[in-house]
RNA sequence: GUGGCCUUAGCUCAACCGGCAGAGCAUUGGAUUGUGGAUCCAAAGGUUAUGGGUUCGACCCCCAUAGGCCACCCCA
């Protein structure tokens, strides 16, 4: 028969690596709820045109990354999964009135979100976001503090070295101008650009600003740069938010390069990265304002800022940063010691399957990480397989019962003695506290 | 969406010039009928990614497709 596999550019978090991704989530959760982010869950799909119209048409993420559905009745909607989840928070916001509670709202969800391009290391179909959002407030102080938190993240999580790279894109009031100085300058030099290059210069002018291409190194140093270009209000923001992070003694890098591809980022775009790592894949995560994307979709005028964070990227700078040190801190994703239980509870006999899933279910009432063998092997096998899971006891079932006892084997020590079953819960919990503080401390 | 490299057991990899597809690890079972963590023995596991073609004969050569990786595009 022919057998099934995970679509293109998906794949399965087995439990190692599903464990991990919790873990992520876990430490994201707790990190936003000091600093009073509260969670959102909004769908993974909307409307097409929730995207289309707050991302912006002519962006690659809408023309050719949306990953739309195709709905089994024509009802005349267009639906497609959720490529970020700003456009999608933004319309929650509009729709449920967020604007009468107190501002700024604060908000952060966890999730997978969908872009159909071209797979690659690092780059999935369906990748997992860590997302903040902070929507009604003009700022510069809360840009300062969402990139101090996105900074914070990386350092809980692990990931050693993570910089943050600032630009302002301008907005509205000083943006076209800008493009305008921007295309005129290109102008001059078209016959120098490469075909690709001149093609972004009718359709995305800023673009050019970041092209990797070694031809364009040249011209692009000298092209007009848009933090020269700012208007008052946009130059005094991005001065006021450089002023903040510096009072936090937050360190970042002027990028004046640094373009995001939604359409609806104004001012403050950031980016972060780790410094020297191989391959494509640099972005680890991405954000910034988007003081118009409210009103695009329909609500009052309002600002926000937010970014998105790539655990699927962290993933990977985590392995890549495990390769040189053998401290193996990471190593315990590969799925061992964390989720090894206190006790596997084995018998003697084979066919006694009864006693081992009720004492390792009483095991459990008394809060106990505790599985049963419920095999039919012989005890050692049992022992064997008690061992390789990681289990810290073995609750050995067998004569002894007669005389209300077990054998309790501490499988990491190699000793074993008598112990009343009524004694076993307080017995286990005095054996396996003093290990878990053990292992919590040296990691 | 464009170009390049790759695909043999669950994993990591062998198989000469085209001549009957193998190993280690992992899994399962056994080794004088109650004791594991580097003992020994054995089993199971493959339409060599899929579909065609060339050939007496294809893991090996050719074509197509799928998937992975790399570089673009772009981004997390």
Redesign the pocket.
């Known amino acids: 028969m022919r057998t099934f ?1 995970a679509p ?2 998906t794949r399965d978090l087995l439990p190692g690596e599903a464990a991990r991704f919790l873990r992520f989530a876990e430490i994201a959760r707790g990190l936003t709820d000091r600093y009073g982010y509260r969670p959102i869950e909004t769908p993974l799909f909307e409307q097409a045109a929730v995207f289309e119209r707050g991302i912006g048409e002519v ?3 809408v023309e ?2 949306l990953f739309r559905i195709v709905p089994r009745t024509e009802d005349g909607e267009s639906w497609a999964l959720r490529p ?1 989840p700003t456009a999608g928070i933004a319309r929650a916001y509009v729709q449920h009135g967020l604007r009468t509670w107190p501002q700024p709202v604060r908000l952060t969800t966890t999730g997978p979100m969908f ?1 159909y ?9 369906q ?1 997992w ?1 860590f997302d903040v959002e902070a929507i009604g407030d003009a700022g510069p102080a809360i840009d300062a503090e969402i990139i101090e938190l996105g900074l914070r993240f990386y350092a809980e999580v692990g990931v050693k070295g993570a910089e943050v790279l600032l630009n302002s894109i301008g907005d509205p009031a000083c943006r076209p101008a800008y493009l305008d100085a921007l295309v005129a300058y290109y102008r001059d030099h078209a016959a120098s650009l490469p075909p ?1 290059e001149r093609d ?1 210069l009718e359709r ?1 002018p800023l ?1 050019l600003l970041d ?3 070694p031809a364009m190194a040249a011209i692009n140093a000298a092209a007009p740069r848009i933090v020269d270009h700012l208007c008052q209000a946009c130059a005094e923001h991005l001065a006021g938010l450089r002023a903040h992070l510096d009072a936090l003694g937050v360190g970042y890098r002027l990028e004046p390069g640094l ?4 359409d609806y980022y104004t001012r403050t775009a950031i ?1 972060f990265y780790v410094a020297g790592r ?10 910034g304002r988007y003081d118009g994307l409210i009103e695009l979709l329909g609500g009052q005028p309002t600002p926000g800022i937010g970014f ?3 655990l ?2 962290v993933a990977l700078v985590l392995d890549e940063q495990a390769e040189g040190d053998p401290s193996g801190a990471e190593a315990d994703a590969a799925g061992g010691p964390p989720d090894a239980p206190d006790a596997v509870v084995v018998s ?1 006999d084979p066919a006694d399957t009864v006693g081992r899933l009720r004492t390792a279910t009483e095991l459990r009432a008394a809060g106990l990480r505790a599985r049963a063998d419920l ?1 039919h ?5 049992q ?6 899971d990681g289990a810290h006891f073995a609750v ?1 079932l ?3 019962l007669t005389d209300g006892q077990v ?1 309790l ?6 000793s ?1 003695r008598l112990v009343g079953v009524a004694d076993l819960p307080r017995e286990l919990k005095r054996g396996t506290s003093q290990h878990r503080h053990g292992t919590r401390d040296s990691s």
């Open positions: 596999r293109r550019g962006t690659d993420v050719k990354e970020e872009r391009d071209r797979p690659q290391a690092g780059r999935y179909r990748f976001q690709t972004r995305n673009r092209s990797k291409d373009v995001r591809g939604l980016e191989e391959g494509q894949q640099q972005a680890l995560g991405g954000g998105g964070l790539g699927d990227r003697a095999g092997r012989k005890l050692g096998r022992l064997e397989s008690a061992g390789r050995i067998g004569d002894e054998q084997r501490d499988l990491k020590a190699g074993q």
